[in-house]
Each structure stands twice: as C-alpha cells, then as structure tokens.
C-alpha cells in the first residue's frame, strides 16, 4: 500500500498544470503549417468535365461518389473549391452537365435540379423536382442556343429554363407502369424524345414539343431482344439510334440492320458515342466495345443504313472521344509491350485517331508507365485543343480502378496524380520509424552490461567519434546546399531516408481505405511513400489494423497484419505486410474457413517478437497467428487468464468467454439487454497503449480520491427501440469484460443517438441529442474507490468486493459532433483534452476539466484549492481552442491519437473526406523549449550582466585604491 | 495464499490482456438520425434567407461556405449573391447556421409549424422556450473573420519599460538622482522661501509628527531592522516590521532641515508608501530606498 502522502506529490503537480494551462491550448500563428498538413480528396469520380468554355481555362469539374461537386485546376491537381453535400442517397448526384458557365447536376435521385457558377462556385439556382426517381437529363437546345434542360423521371418528363430553373412544363408519361423510359434525347431540333422500353418486348420512341410539352409523335418499335436502352443504345448521326444485342451479337441500328463481329465470350458489348454540342445531332462515328481490350472504330453511313468499319483497335483498354472547334478526335488508350501480365510496371501509350476516318494523328502519342498495381485504367477523360498551327493537342486524366486519377500532358508527362481513394480512410495506425545506423549503435551500448569498465569506456568514445563525424558531415552538407540556389535545395523524404527523429514525432502512418488501397504516409510532409492495392476487397468489407511487431525489434522487420472480413459472410483474410516499406511478408497467415466473429491482440511475444493474435470464429474455437511452437505452449500455460467477449447486437447480447488450453473457449458469463426495448450501439474498452500516472486525485483537504481504474471495463451503449421523443432513452452500461458484473448503469430519459463516446482511465464522456430540449449534451460519469483503495498493487476483476463511486454531470454543447477522441501521451502525465469533430470541419480541443463531475455549483475553499471550474450548464466553443483553424476537415469520421517522444506532444490525425495531421500540447510544451523562446534575449542579458559584473570589478578596485592612497 | 497470490497473478495478465479483446463482431456503425415524428410523405418546406460578409464581395468567401440546418441533416448552399434556400425540410425547430471556414455567423433557431409557418428566433440552450424574435427570411450577417489564433506574448524593450514595476523602480531613481540637482540646497533664499511653504501648509510645526512619533515608539519597544547606510550625513534608517507599509528613517545634517518640510517629498513618500509598498510584503525593501522622513 503506498502512503497517500506520496501519492498526493504527483498529483498535486498535476493540480498545479492544471491551473497553469486551462486556457492555454492554441494555436499560434505562426505554427500554421510548421507541424501540420490538410489534404483535401473529393472521392471516387463518377462525372468529370474539363472547362471548355475558354482555350486558356485551367478548370476541371468532378462530380464523384461521395456527393461532392469539385472544381480542380487542371495543371497542378489542387482544388480551387468544393462543394461538400449531405452523405447518403439524399446527396448523390445523378449526372453532371456542364455547358457554358454553368454546371447542371441532379442530386437525391431526382429531389433537386441545381445549377452552378462555375466560375465563383456559388449556386445560380436550386429548384426541387416533383418526386419519382430520376432517369435521364440532358440538354435542349433551340436554334442553336441551349436554353432549356429535360429531366426524365420514371413517371414524368419536365423541361426546365436554364436560367433560373423554372419548370417550363411537366408531363406524364403514358403506360408508365410497363414502360421504362430510360434515355432523353435531343438533337438540336424543335423536339425532345423519350426512349422507353418493355423489356423483351418493343420499344417506345415518343417525341414531344418543345413549346408546351405536347406528344407530336409515337412510335413502337418491336425489339423482343431489347432488355435496356441505357445500357445497350446509344444514338448515333441523325437520330439513329444504334442498339446492340447481347444474345446474338448483332448490332442493330433503326431501321433494324445487321453486321457481324465477333464478341469475346462472356462478355457484354458496349456502345460509345459523343454528341460534341446538345444543339447539333451526335457524331455518326461511334464505338464499339467487343472485348476487355479490343474496341472497333465504326461509321454509320450518311444514308442512315450501312455501317462501315474504320479501324480496329487490339489491343486497347480504353477509348474516348473529344471534340474541339469542329474537329472530334478518338483517343484510344494501349499498352506498350505485350507483356502486360508479367510486369508490375506497364508502359502505356495513348494515341488520337481522327473521328471521321480513323487516320492517326502525328505527333500526338503519349506514352507514361501505368502502375498495374493500382488496378487496370477505368476510364480516360480527355481534353483536345486547338494548337496555334490548327494541330490537335490534348491532355488526359486517367481514372484507375484504385480512384487514383491521373493527369497527363504531351509528350507524356505525368503532371499529377490523386489518390483519391483517401477520401475514404477506415481505419489506420501510426508505426514508428526504424533507428538509423548510428542510432541503433548507440542504443546498443546500453544493452549490454556485462562489459568490464575498460571496454564500456573504448565504446563510449567510439560512439562519440560516431557522433561527431555525422555531426561534420551534416555540418559539410549544410555549408555544400547553402553554397547551391535556393530553390534547388530539396529534402526529398524516400523510403531510404527515413529515419526516427529525436524526439519520434515523426512516424509512419499507415492508412486503410475503404477500397482496398493501404497506404503508407509520412506524417511529417503528407508525402506518400508506399502504397498497395488489395483487389479482390469487397466493397462492403470491414477492416482491421494490427501492428504485431513494432520496429523496436532490430533486426526483425516491423510487422503489421490487416484483417479483411466480409460484412454479410463473416469470411476473413489476412494480409501480413512490412509497414515502413508495404512490402507483404513471406509469412503465410493461416487460412480462416469459418467466419470470424472476433480478433484479439495478446501481450505474448513469440521468439521472433510478435506478438500473437487470436481469432475467434463462430464455432468459438481460436485460431493463434503466429501459431508456432513456442506460441502455443504459452497459450496452453495462460489459457485460464485469457478472457474475451462476443456482442450480437441483434440479439442484445453480450457474452464473456474464457481460453481453454486445447484452444478452445468455454462461456462464463452473458448481459441480455431486449432488442425489443433497446439496442447495443456500441461498446468501447480502453486503449491498451494508455497509461494512467497519477492513480488519484488530490482534494481540497488533502485527502486523496482514488480513481477506479479497471482495465476490463468496457462501455455499452444502447439506444431505446422506440424513437417517440418522449421515450427514447439512451443508455451507458459499465460492464466488466471479465466476470460480467454490470458496474454502473445510467439511463438519459428523452434523448436520442447518435452516441459518441470516449472511455478512459476512470472516465466516460458520450454526448447524445436531448430530444425534449432539442440540443447536445455532453455527460461524464466518473468513477471512483474512495478515499482508501482496496489493493493497491495490482487490479483484479475477481477480487472487488465493492462498487466505485460514480459521479455524473451533464452539459449542454451548443453543436452537433460527429466524432471524438482523447489525447494520448506517453507517460499519461500531461493532461487530458477532448478532441472533438464537427460538423463544420473543425476539430475542437475541449480540456477535460471542463467535464469533471466535480465541477462545485457553489464555490468553496476547498474547490478553489483543487481548481475545479464552477459548473456552468453551457459548454464553450471557442474559435481559439479548434486545432486545425481554417484548415477544416469536411466530414471528420475518425480521429486518430498517438504518444509521442515528448511527454507533452500527441500526434494527432483527423480523417474523414480530407486528412489533417497535426500535434497537440495540452498543457503546453513543458518539457521542450518553446517555438518563441528568446534566445537574443536571454544571451544578451547574459553578456550584459557579464559585462557589467566585468566593468563594476574594475571600477570597484580602482575605488579602492583611491582610497588606500587617500 | 497460494490461491491470492495465483489470483493476482492471473489478474496481472486478465489486465493486460482483456482489453485488446476490441470487438470486430457485426455492428451496425450507429444509426442513421431519424427525425423522430417526421412522416415521409409529410408536407416539405424551405427555409430561406440571406448571408452577408460585410466588406468582403460574395465570390471571395460563398464558395467554401454552406447552410447546415441541424447539424448536417439538411443542407443548403449559398448563391452567387449570398442568399440561400434549404429545401426539403419538414416541420420542426432547427438551428440554422451558415458555416464558412472564414467568418462567423451566429446561429437562428427557425420553427415551422405543420402548416408551414416559419419563425426565427435567437438559439437559446438553456432556456429553450423563450422567444426572441429574428427577421424572417433570416438576414445573418457575419460579425467578422474567426479569430483562430493566440497573440504570442512578444518581448520588447516597451514593454520592458512601460511595466509599472519597473516605472516604479525607475521613476523614485530619477527623482532621487535629479533632486537634490534642480534644487541647490546651499541657496539660503531657496531654503527659506521652501520653509514658508512648508510652514503654510503644516499649520502648527510644534506638533510632532504622527510618523515621527511611530518611529520612535516602535523603534523603542519592538525589535525593528535597522541599517545605517554610508556616508556621514544619514543615519539610522529605520524599518519597522510593525508598520508594514512604513519607513522611517531620521536623518540629520543639512538635508534634514530641507527635506523634512519639502513638499515635493512629502508628495513622493506618500506615493511611495501607497503605491510601491503594499506590492511588497517585506519591510526591508525600504532600506534600499534612500533618504528621509515621512
């Protein structure tokens, strides 16, 4: 038992921090961008237009899966802005238009028609549409001039004006209950129409007016091989409409006409056509796509009927069309070299062909290497112009099946690339960087005590002269790149160069994303330094980062292994991969045939320093990763220490499980919690890289508070069934993970999720929506022994006769959150901060003090003594306490918190749609000299005072002297 | 004792190794914020306002700002000339707030009834029911840039100077260097004519003292500090620890006369002693502040 007098000293220190630096987390001017870095992703394009409404426009539009409308300058690949709509269905956008200055999009699956300025980013107009699911868009034109826009919906068809988005009528389409029209088309003529389809059966081709909606014309056409329009037809020329049927291979063009290629099985052929302006008719040239790689040419006569090939392309990934001026030009993407499959590497070459013959045009390839890595190139989007000698120039922006994009320029020059699969982070860690070779020698002379005196004294020196030669030679470098032009000076971080600094504030951050790409990041310059495509994830899998081995185990490469589990089967795969490098391990990880329900990472260390993680399947028995020998001895030694749990939130259940010795598991205890009446949300232990310095708190009359810290405590959270905002509940469950005793329970009466949550040391914050006074409240539960622990030595779940003490408040925050996080430091010392996203993108640093139940109501001595805040109902947000200032992070979903060297310093990521990497000092940098330390000041004040010291001797002795004469 | 020193032992490990049991089982990532009452097929409305950054044109900031109404439940985007509508939504009370990375805006709380009548009021957590009505369709108006960073404490030499410390211990310097320069002692003219005025103002000058009159009671009965300091015209400065915020010290030879009835002394020790004093708790200090009696 320690002396709560001893105890009391840290704590105290703690009290004394606290008063120091409650106002003091904050940003200082000029630390923008000296530790941190935002970069912004918009997500996976699905439209993307280049601006072609000047020769000289730098701007390039996306419109991608993540609901966002973005405008790019094109030569350096940064945003000029973005438009960040709400996520779900009720933002998707439906199609991007792009004519002139305005960019037309339909967003919700038809509930909105907007119009943007693409030139200032500001909407012109928004108007709502009448509901039914959207179909089809595109522009009308009348007399050359595009002044209207047609949406098809499933049941209806309405003409809106450009300017302000004014419907200029809506009509219903007939027999819309057999019928699915999918295609809208217009030619320039006095007339837009409407494709339809019964599937296998005919297809409905209905003209309406353009002055007031009226049907002019319908038609049928008998197409029993027809089973889509949108995915089989394009129109080609002067409203011919080309179909291809997929069981006989044949092309159809109305009239119905035939030609014969050959299809490679299995696969279903696709039409590529371009109509280069809405008020003229498209171009009679079109694609056709027979095979992966091998696309024809083709040229719909001028008598509407024949159909003649121009030119074969295989093999060949990709084509597109562009037009500018009057020319339209087919660029057609190629590999280089035949060895396509052996190569990681793969030359590619891109070529423009004249539409209207298929010639090829001089000087136009383009050759750039395609990492096949990333996944086979998906789409090309290309951007021709007019050279000043009437030659055809262009640029290209490649979209890869990784969401990478790829911007390129003649001759082949890759101007810049996005990875823009980081908009979707799930989940990621930071591994520290390996010791240098200097470092690790000096490391070394530390291990090894067995050495005489002599020797340890011949080693110091030798490490010295190490020292003081990459001193010189850093010295030299310094005096060789101060001699070059500035700008030439570059500090290239690679893989080779990395290195951990003196402090380890700079580590690897290694990212997962949602489809598949890891990504290795260097979280001093953002640089990406690694990366690797996982391709068979499917999209709907959960991941699992876990560092097995770090790099503090020379000469064993640090090891990371990620869990890939599918969602809907529960099957999981391993990927075992060197995190520093990306590289994947030579270690084969086990096979999992059977679902896996659970993962957890033990303490135990095999002989090669990894530490070992078992895998729970839906038969409960465990599988070990790494299962060596050795391995499987320790387990059978602490199988009876080994304690788990299981959550089937559709079953409101939540089971503890104990290790047997033949790896199996055995039930100890079960919660139920009614799915009738409630639901698990969430359930939350601690971090196991946390540590708790100080076991108490010092009160006002010197006693000591000692806090409860279980490390088998894990939170629930549980939301009420019933959404009635007079019943809905939430609840917070103190479970213990090992004996399965509810600890402490609160109920929120008229409160609603989401749930956030952070659960540390002795603590729970959860925020949850007051439904009844329609705001956000934060609560804290805090637990505590008492003034007296009950052993002191060690924790046990088993040994605990009594209850903690738990103390709770609530706040009111005036803000909606939508994630959050605790800062994490080495030694646990410093104090903790609350990181909080919002909805606005800023990241909030909230001190924990403001969230402690202890906060007094009236002020007393002994509260003054120990530095609580009064209470006060509403929390603050101040401006000055967000860690990312303007630089905000649009839909932070995660935050990520890590220790690092400094005592005083966590690193911390946001990430969400962007990523910002930043560090955080919650009670300031007590252990580093600050950023603004004076060092003028402080050395001049030491030369005058030396100087002064100097003169008054001297003056002083010659005084003396005087006097002595006298 | 066996079984209790086992026990911790497993407990050593249970600690350890239970929490990185983290769970990886099926669960749904949160629920998707339903608006409790709200019938899908319910009438829709749209809220609908204005926001102006004065002195900034629209283009510079409206295309990184947005409308949120309730966090991110719906949203709505700024026009080219700063106004907006947010379309879609359904009756209910909603804090409105237009979000730009640059400029503050204050949040309105806008009720729509089911009929679709719209009121905008001040946000109020605390008292949520009370009604202080804003301008429908709202007109918000930025009070200016985000104040985002700290002022670093910088050091220069004004500050240094313009401490009141430090112009406390400078100022009493330069009266005592400077004064008994402007003013020539060995004047006799001078002498009296400063004598009178004292005279004037001391209406009786055979009272003693109050000041004189505690010194030497104090220094008779209680232990005080006292230092004599060189040179052969003063002696005997007394502190007295009883009189915190008091010096005396009597001084003889021909400053005495002079300075005891100076008014410009008197005036200095009076700011002395109310001033400079009370920010110290020792006594002692006075004895490094030269000369005369209060």
């Known amino acids: ?100 200055q305005d960019a037309l999009m339909v967003v919700g699956g038809g509930r909105l028609l907007r119009s943007w300025d693409t030139n200032m980013g500001g909407l012109n107009w928004e108007a709502v549409l009448d509901t039914g699911s959207f179909q089809a868009a595109c522009f009308v034109a009348m007399q050359d001039t595009v002044k209207h826009v047609a949406v098809l919906k499933k049941a209806a068809i309405s003409l809106h004006y450009l300017t302000n988005g004014h419907q200029k009528w809506v009509e219903n389409l007939p027999d819309s209950d057999t019928v699915q029209y999918q295609a809208v088309y217009s030619g320039g003529e006095e007339e837009v129409y409407v494709l339809g389809v019964v599937p296998n059966s005919h297809l409905t081709i209905i003209a309406y007016s353009l002055e007031d909606g009226e049907i002019i014309k319908q038609r049928s056409v008998e197409a029993p091989w027809l089973s889509s329009v949108e995915s089989s037809c394009v129109v080609v020329g002067h409203g011919v409409l080309m179909c291809v049927d997929t069981a006989t291979l044949a092309l159809y063009a109305l009239p119905i006409q035939s030609l014969d290629l050959e299809v490679s099985p299995g696969f279903q052929p696709v039409l590529v056509s371009s109509q280069p302006h809405p008020a003229r008719s498209p171009i009679s040239e079109f694609f056709l796509q027979l095979g992966p790689d091998h696309h024809v040419l083709l040229q719909l006569n001028a008598d509407g009927y024949t159909i003649a090939p121009l030119r074969d392309f295989q093999p060949a990934f990709l084509v597109s069309f562009s037009t500018t001026g009057e020319k339209t030009v087919a660029a057609v993407m190629t590999p280089k070299n035949e060895t396509v499959k052996k190569k990681k590497n793969v030359a590619c070459a891109i070529n423009l062909f004249s539409a209207d013959s298929g010639r090829r045009l001089l000087d136009t390839t383009v050759i750039f290497p395609l990492d096949l890595n990333g996944g086979k190139p998906f789409k090309l989007y290309v951007h021709a112009f007019l050279k000043k000698d009437d030659s055809v120039g262009y640029r290209v922006l490649v979209q890869t099946q990784d969401h990478a994009l790829t911007f390129i320029q003649q001759p082949g020059r890759v101007v810049w690339t996005r990875e823009e699969a980081l908009a979707d982070v799930v989940t990621m860690e930071m591994v520290d960087l390996p010791l240098t070779g200097t470092q690790a020698e000096l490391e070394g002379e530390f291990g090894k005590k067995a050495d005489g005196l002599f020797p340890m004294v011949l080693k110091r020196l030798s490490s010295q002269v190490i020292l003081l030669q990459a001193w010189l030679a850093h010295l030299w470098k310094l005096f060789y790149e101060a001699r070059k032009p500035h700008g030439q000076v570059k500090n290239e971080v690679t893989i080779e160069t990395l290195s951990r600094d ?150 409101g259940n939540l089971s503890g499980f104990r290790l047997r010795k033949d790896l199996s598991t055995e039930r100890i205890w079960e919660v139920v919690l009614p799915t009738e009446v409630q639901k698990i949300v969430a359930v939350n232990g601690k971090r196991p890289n946390e540590h708790v310095h100080s076991q108490g708190r ?269 | 004792m066996w079984l209790h020193v086992r026990l911790s032992e497993v407990c050593l490990f249970l600690q350890a190794m239970f929490i990185l049991a983290c769970c990886f089982s099926d669960m749904e990532s949160g629920p998707i914020a339903t608006s409790g009452s709200v019938q899908p097929n319910g009438d829709r409305f749209k809220i609908e306002g204005r926001a102006i950054v004065p002195g900034v044109k629209t283009q510079d900031w409206i295309s990184s700002a947005r409308v949120t109404v309730e966090g991110e439940e719906y949203i709505g985007f700024l026009r080219t000339d700063g106004s907006f509508v947010v379309n879609d939504v359904p009756s209910g009370s909603y804090v409105v707030e237009v979000i730009s990375p640059g400029y503050k805006f204050e949040a309105v709380r806008v009720d729509i009834t089911s009929k679709g009548k719209m009121r905008a009021r001040l946000v109020n957590f605390i008292k949520t029911s009370e009604v202080i009505r804003q301008p429908y369709p709202l007109q918000l108006r930025s009070s200016g840039p985000h104040t985002y960073f700290m002022k670093r404490e910088t050091w220069g030499w004004t500050d240094f100077l313009m401490n009141p410390m430090v112009m406390m211990m400078v100022l009493p310097l330069l ?82 006369a002079i300075f005891k009835k100076s008014f410009f002394i008197r005036l200095y020790n009076c700011f002395l002693s109310r001033v400079f004093f009370p920010l110290s708790n020792n006594p002692r200090v006075c004895t490094t502040l030269v000369l005369c009696q209060f």
């Open chain 1, 1 to 100: 038992m320690k002396p709560p007098a001893k105890m009391s000293k840290p704590t105290s220190l703690f009290v004394i921090f606290f008063s120091l630096f409650v106002m003091s987390e904050a940003v200082f001017e000029d630390q923008v961008g000296k530790f941190d870095w935002r970069q912004q992703y918009v997500g996976k394009t699905l439209f993307a237009h280049f601006d072609s409404h000047s020769q000289s426009s730098k701007k390039l539009f996306l419109a991608t899966d993540k609901n966002i409308f973005a405008s790019f300058n094109s030569r350096t690949g940064e945003l000029f802005w973005r438009h960040v709509d709400k996520a779900g269905p009720e933002g998707t956008i439906d199609i991007l238009l792009l004519h002139g």
């Open chain 1, 502 to 651: 003196e402090f380890n504030l700079q580590k690897m951050m290694v990212m997962v994303t949602a489809s598949g790409k890891l990504f290795g990041i260097d979280s001093k310059s953002g640089s990406i330094l690694w990366k690797h495509y996982l391709e068979n994830v499917q999209p709907n899998a959960v991941f699992k980062l876990i560092v097995q081995r770090t790099t503090a185990h020379f000469p064993h490469p640090p090891q990371c292994t990620l869990l890939i589990k599918d969602k809907d089967t529960g099957l999981a795969s391993l990927h075992v991969f060197n995190p520093i490098f990306g590289r994947k391990s030579h270690i084969a990880p086990p096979a999992l045939p059977r679902p896996i329900l659970q993962s957890l990472l033990l303490p135990v260390i095999d002989q090669d320093y990894a530490k070992v993680l078992l895998l729970v399947d839906d038969q409960y028995k465990v599988t070990a990763f790494p299962s060596t020998k050795n391995v499987l001895q320790q387990l059978q030694e602490m199988a009876s220490s080994i304690f788990f749990y299981l959550i089937r939130s559709d079953q």
């Open chain 1, 698 to 966: 010092v009160m006002g009359d010197r006693s000591v508070l000692y806090k409860y810290l279980n490390p088998n405590l894990l939170a629930v959270v549980t939301e009420s069934t019933d959404a009635h905002p007079e019943r809905a509940f939430v609840g917070v469950f103190l479970v213990d993970g090992v004996t399965g005793r509810i600890i402490h329970e609160a109920v929120q009466r008229k409160a609603r999720g989401p749930v956030h949550f952070v659960h540390s040391e002795n603590w729970v914050v959860y925020e949850y929506w007051n439904t009844k006074s329609r705001r956000n409240e934060f609560s804290v539960l805090e637990l505590f022994e008492g003034t007296e622990l009950y052993n002191s030595t060690v924790f046990s779940s088993l040994d605990r006769p009594h209850l903690p003490q738990v103390l709770q408040q609530t706040y009111i925050f005036p803000s909606p959150i939508t994630t959050m996080e605790a800062t994490l430091t080495e030694k646990g010392i410093t104090s903790r901060h609350l990181l909080v996203g919002l909805p606005s993108g800023a990241i909030l640093s909230l001190p924990k003090m403001f969230l402690d139940p202890r906060r007094p109501e009236v002020v007393t001595e002994h509260s003054r003594e120990e530095n609580l805040i009064p209470y006060a109902p509403e929390m603050p947000i101040r401006t000055e306490w967000f860690i990312n200032y303007n630089q905000t992070v649009a839909r932070v979903k995660g935050i990520y918190t890590a220790p690092s060297g400094l005592e005083s310093t966590c690193l911390v990521v946001a990430y969400g749609l962007d990523i910002y990497q930043t560090r955080v000092y919650p009670s300031k940098q007590f252990d580093v000299l600050k950023d603004d330390y004076d060092y003028v000041l402080i050395s001049s004040v030491l030369f005058a005072l030396f100087f002064a010291t100097m003169i008054s001797k001297r003056l002083a002795q010659v005084k003396l002297l005087n006097r002595a004469w006298r």
């Open chain 2, 175 to 256: 009266i005592i260097v400077l004064l008994p320069k402007v003013v020539n002692t060995n004047d006799p003219e001078m002498r009296k004519e400063m004598e009178q005025s004292m005279n004037m103002l001391n209406p009786n000058p055979e009272l003693p003292d109050v000041s004189e009159f505690m010194t030497k009671l104090f220094s008779g009965s209680k232990s005080s500090s006292s230092k004599a300091i060189g040179g052969s015209k003063c002696q005997n400065i007394t502190c007295t620890s009883g009189l915190r915020n008091y010096c005396n010290w009597s001084c003889h030879g021909n400053y005495n």
